[in-house]
């Protein structure tokens, strides 16, 4: 927990910020600025300068909130629900996405390039500009910042807004109702998204049949498979098949397979068959880099039914239980029974909520958002580690829980367990450790894996 004193806070802030600040300085690196042209590819910086970044954000959060005071606090509310607003309206009128960096255009261009009022048009930029979207350099004067311009190149970046301004956010004003109509729901036609959107099948087969939202929907998930919060060349970790001349992943629900080509780069030993439906893989052979283009191939199929590849050494599934509530996660999982050999492992890619007080409220609340998120969706969740364990053995008493772990730096975790068909099989039982980490005011969790006679 931080200190609630406000110099102590201010103190924090300034330590970390002038190590950050001097790693960057010492690398040649670009300091922080919203007026000068992004770097091409983020900053990758050591663990212990990351740390150092994350405990000033977190200070600075804390600081903000009790300078607010309770009723400021109250009220920052209303403006912090506009920055989402001016992304929606950026995103649906691609406002400022062919200007180049250090171009200028004017409030009348941008609105008769969408179509819209000149004086709507002002009053929205001029908003978003608050938020450090765009900047007015002179009167009626409209230039790119940093951020505004990189949601203007990049397409994997403005898909996620896409994603999350004209999917998710309506359901977040239905969540209260919906709660109140289905207390309990499992069920994803019972979600808030079904109340927000008007649907009566589900929103992914619904997707599907829309070429421009399926694209949109694949472009955001590949988005979140490059960001630095996921370390996807974690998922081997542990996993000796040294014993099998070419062992098989299965990349369950893999879309184009951006996280099997980067695992395959690494372990070139190893053959990846990456599975989604039709349409998300109709295009994704021809994308795949020719360095691994004889490791990585793409089948279609439904994770519903029974699986196809059967005898494979690792079933992946990256960011797919949290999409389904229990009853249905253990339907997925039931489906992969058939094909899995004595010994194969099952990892998901996922989020593992820590316990509480095991890491700061700032990074708290970006998982318990995302967990209502996922109710607002389709009535599922994000799990804690008791969640994941509990999972596995709804589905079936034969799958031997191993854990989860957190790699330095990740948003997420993976979830580890195998599969033991006969009594006698697996080699004893397993009890897991949480353990909780605190270092210079800053705290990360792992789960730990204990084997026991």
């Known amino acids: 927990m931080f200190p609630s004193d406000i110099q102590e806070l201010a103190n924090i802030i300034a330590y970390n910020t002038a190590i950050y600040k001097h790693h960057l300085a010492s690398n040649n690196l670009p300091a922080p600025s919203h007026h000068e042209l992004p770097p ?6 050591p663990e212990d300068i990351e740390n150092a970044r994350q405990s000033a954000l977190e200070a600075a959060h804390e600081l903000q909130s009790l300078l607010n005071g309770s009723i400021g606090h109250i009220m920052d509310a209303a403006t912090r629900s506009t920055r989402i607003m001016t992304l929606h309206f950026i995103h649906t009128y691609k406002v400022g996405y062919n200007l180049g960096w250090g171009e200028k255009t ?3 261009e941008i609105a008769k390039q969408s179509n819209l009022d000149e004086d709507d048009t002002k009053r929205m930029v001029r908003l978003a500009i608050t938020e450090h979207f765009f900047t007015e350099p002179e009167n ?10 990189e949601l203007a190149r ?3 970046l403005s898909a996620w807004v896409g994603l999350t301004t004209q999917e998710n956010w309506p359901p977040m004003l239905k969540i209260t109702e919906a709660l109140g109509r289905y207390p309990g729901s499992e069920e994803p ?5 079904a109340m927000a959107h008007n649907i009566s099948e589900d929103a992914f087969k619904i997707w599907e049949k829309d070429p421009a939202r399926i694209a949109q929907f694949s472009d955001a998930m590949a988005f979140l498979h490059s960001d630095s919060g996921f370390q996807p060349l974690e998922v081997l970790v542990g996993c000796d098949v040294s014993h099998v001349p070419s062992p098989a992943f299965v990349d369950v629900g893999g879309s184009k397979g951006h996280v099997s080509i980067q695992i395959a780069r690494q372990h070139p030993e190893w053959r990846f068959i990456v599975q989604d439906s039709p349409q998300t893989i109709a295009h994704a052979p021809a994308e795949v880099p020719v360095d ?4 990585v191939s793409f089948q279609a199929h439904d994770f519903w039914t029974e699986q196809p590849v059967k005898g494979a050494d690792v079933y992946f599934f990256k960011t797919i239980f949290h999409d389904w509530s229990d009853k249905y996660a253990v339907k997925i999982l039931r489906a992969l029974i058939p094909a899995l050999k004595p010994g194969a492992r099952v990892i998901i890619a996922d989020v593992c909520i820590p316990p509480i007080g095991a890491v700061s409220l700032y990074k708290e609340h970006w998982i318990r958002g995302l967990d209502i998120v996922m109710k607002c969706f389709t009535n599922a969740r994000e799990r804690e580690y008791d969640d994941w364990a509990a999972l596995f053995l709804k589905t079936d008493s034969r799958f031997r829980f191993l854990g989860a772990r957190t790699p330095a730096g990740s948003k997420a975790s993976f979830i580890e367990a195998e599969w033991y068909p006969a009594p006698g099989e697996c080699p004893g039982d397993v009890t ?3 353990s909780v980490v605190r ?6 969790h792992e789960c730990v894996g204990v084997e026991t006679d």
């Open 40 to 45: 091409d590819k983020p900053i990758t910086l």
């Open 106 to 108: 004017t409030f009348g």
């Open 140 to 149: 009626g004067v409209v230039m790119h910042t940093a951020a505004s311009y």
């Open 154 to 156: 990049n397409r994997l």
């Open 189 to 193: 036609l019972q979600s808030a998204y």
């Open 292 to 295: 691994v283009e004889d490791k």
């Open 432 to 434: 897991m450790n949480y």
């Open 439 to 444: 270092e210079n005011g800053t705290a990360s």
